[in-house]
């Protein structure tokens, strides 16, 4: 069987950690931010970590040898 090929747009926008779980970059944070208090866009600038159930099918489908 050959090997499976990763997703190159999943592999750019996402990563994991050491004990498997998935980082993401929050969205909301390219423009229009006049809007948006300054602690919102503090808290945005963070890394966010998937859920359990939605990072468990993205390393199946997108991330298979992450």
């Not at 919102?40 to 099918?57: Q, V, W, Y």
């Amino acid at each position: 069987m050959p090997k499976m090929k990763t997703k190159k747009s999943a592999a750019k926008r996402f990563s994991l950690t050491g004990t498997g779980k998935v980082k993401h970059k929050k969205m909301n944070l390219r423009h229009i931010l006049t809007k948006r208090s300054p602690k919102r866009k503090m808290n945005l600038r963070h890394t966010g970590i998937l859920s359990e159930k939605d990072a468990k099918r993205l390393r199946k489908q997108m991330l298979p040898y992450g």
